[in-house]
């Protein structure tokens, strides 16, 4: 048979370089300065809690997976990210366990990169955080000597991990809300507070964020819908409410900025059309301020953005765009 | 006033029937396949929450001071008769909802849902107001877990399932996941 002279496919035509490993290895990049970062605050820790939950997603994926997902380095970023919500102190045994989980059950069992509903890597973190509830709300005090472990990472598994009391500090979230104690501005957006490996140099994650928005690798108006929402609500219950804390701490503060910027906006978990994007991030601010103010705990972004992922089918159907040349009656 | 919001929210979200009570996990995982059938089925589920939270405030203020002993049994009997009643209704108001609902309505009868409202409600020492919001707040709780289930199910029913966990495997692992996530709702104005 001839060979055709055209080559004859489907649209789209336009091709650009663009391909899942790219843009996943792109996102690994620009995570970088933020495991430096943690690294910075939180010493061998930090680099010991990432390496673990890193290579427990791979190797999950390697094992339970298809293998065809393994090099587009989708199981890596949910490594990082799961690593960097975490506690330095944590035994590593958990954060493995986390890690086999979040793989397995978040992003395996649905049929693995692209079919799965939740946030891989907050799935495994509320998993562990339901499991091991005290590990996982231990963090570890700034300041000692940089090479010294920041808890018992070391704990043998399903042994109780020592907790050296001196080490152990409090969050800005958890200061406000037990002691009603605010945290100095500057601390929060440098990062030396307390707080997960990753949530605390708000800066870097949001110069990273800026980033990947401007290659458009993440959608920049999930996590702008979700600052807007955030400040406003809570500044509009500060002014009636003085007690409650006021707009810019409630954005520099906790895990929001890596959860506006790097896990609200996971392309598999958020909606498809632009109106579903505000809608989604509004709806994650929103309920990060009612989960922070009024809650049981003292942070609520890694809910938040559950809770709106398992909404996320719904938002795409609801918010279909118009097919062109369709009358209004059309698209309903 | 604030109490009723609080026992409203606290119903619906923080201690909702399906996903932190685990209540009424039958029609949860078997009607949740399409959200049409899921809103019917919440919707079904509101009204007979209702009816039982009318039907027990009215048995524990005037029957069951005089017959304790009974109240387990007074309030199966009541419910289950009254869901028959609910049955024929809707078999000869909406055929078409009576067919979708199948077998799952008169499993509500023996709900534990149901059953369990009553016996919160009671345990809880609610009033007739109290009781009304609080089928309400279940219901709508009910209904939210349903359709948030049906709608997820409707995504990922063309996603390519490994063989271990098709259908009801899968449900489970997202009933689960929906699970975790409502966790987030503990302690919810409770302060």
């Known amino acids: 048979m001839e060979t055709p002279r055209f080559e004859l496919t489907a649209s789209p035509h336009i091709k650009g370089p663009d391909s899942t490993p790219r843009i996943m290895w792109t996102v690994v990049g620009s995570l970088v300065p933020v495991i430096l970062a943690s690294v910075w605050y939180f010493g061998p820790s930090a680099v010991l809690v990432i390496a673990t939950t890193t290579a427990s997603c791979v190797l999950t994926e390697r094992f339970l997976g298809h293998g065809r997902t393994l090099r587009d380095g989708s199981a890596t970023i949910t490594g990082i990210l799961l690593g960097l919500t975490l506690p330095a102190g944590l035994p590593l045994w958990m954060a493995f366990i986390g890690g086999v989980f979040a793989i397995g059950l978040g992003k395996l069992i649905f049929g693995g990169l692209g079919q799965n509903v939740f946030n891989p890597a907050l799935l495994g973190r509320a998993f562990m955080q339901a499991a091991f509830p005290q590990a996982l709300t231990t963090w570890p005090d700034l300041g000692g000597s940089w090479w010294a472990l920041r808890g018992d990472n070391l704990a043998f598994p399903f042994m109780t991990p020592h907790v050296v009391s001196s080490m152990t500090g409090a969050t800005p979230l958890g200061l406000m809300k037990f002691e009603g104690a605010h945290t100095a501005l500057a601390k929060l957006i440098f990062g030396s507070t307390g707080g997960s490996l990753g949530e605390t140099a708000s800066l870097v994650i949001l110069v990273c964020g800026g980033y990947l928005a401007l290659k458009k690798y993440l959608d920049w108006r999930i996590p702008i819908s979700i600052f807007i929402t955030v400040a406003v609500l809570s500044q509009l219950i500060h002014i009636f409410m003085p007690g409650k804390p006021d707009a810019l701490f409630m954005l520099f503060s906790g895990g929001l900025m890596l959860g506006a910027v790097f896990m609200a906006t996971d392309m598999v978990t958020s909606p498809s059309t632009p109106r579903g994007a505000w809608i989604y991030g509004a709806g994650i601010g929103a309920l990060v301020v009612v989960i922070r103010l009024w809650g049981g705990l003292p942070e609520g972004v890694m809910y938040a953005i559950l809770l709106m992922n398992s909404l996320v089918p719904f938002i795409n159907r609801a918010t279909q765009p118009r097919l062109f040349g369709t009358g209004k009656e059309a698209a309903a | ?191």
């Open chain 2, 1 to 191: 006033m604030r109490d009723l919001f609080w026992i409203f929210v606290s119903s619906m979200l923080v201690n909702n029937f399906t996903l932190v009570l685990f209540l009424g996990l039958c029609p949860f995982l078997g009607v949740s396949a399409k959200v049409a059938t899921a809103v019917r089925m919440g919707m079904a589920d509101i009204f007979v929450m209702v009816i039982t939270s009318v039907t027990v405030s009215a048995l524990n203020a005037w029957v069951l001071p005089h017959a304790p002993y009974l109240k387990i049994i007074a309030f199966i009997v009541v419910i289950a008769s009254l869901v028959q009643i609910v049955e024929m209704v809707i078999r000869k108001v909406s055929p078409t909802l009576f067919r979708e609902l199948g077998i799952y309505l008169p499993l509500i009868t023996t709900n534990c849902a149901i059953l369990g409202l009553a016996l919160l409600q009671t345990s809880k020492g609610y009033g007739f107001t109290e009781g009304l919001v609080y089928a309400v707040g279940s219901g709508l709780g009910l209904t939210l877990a349903l359709v948030l289930m049906a709608s997820i199910r409707e995504t990922v029913e063309l996603a390519s399932v490994p063989s271990i966990a098709r259908n009801m495997g899968l449900v489970l692992i997202i009933a689960g996941s929906l699970s975790l996530a409502f966790m987030g709702f503990a302690g919810l104005f409770s302060s």
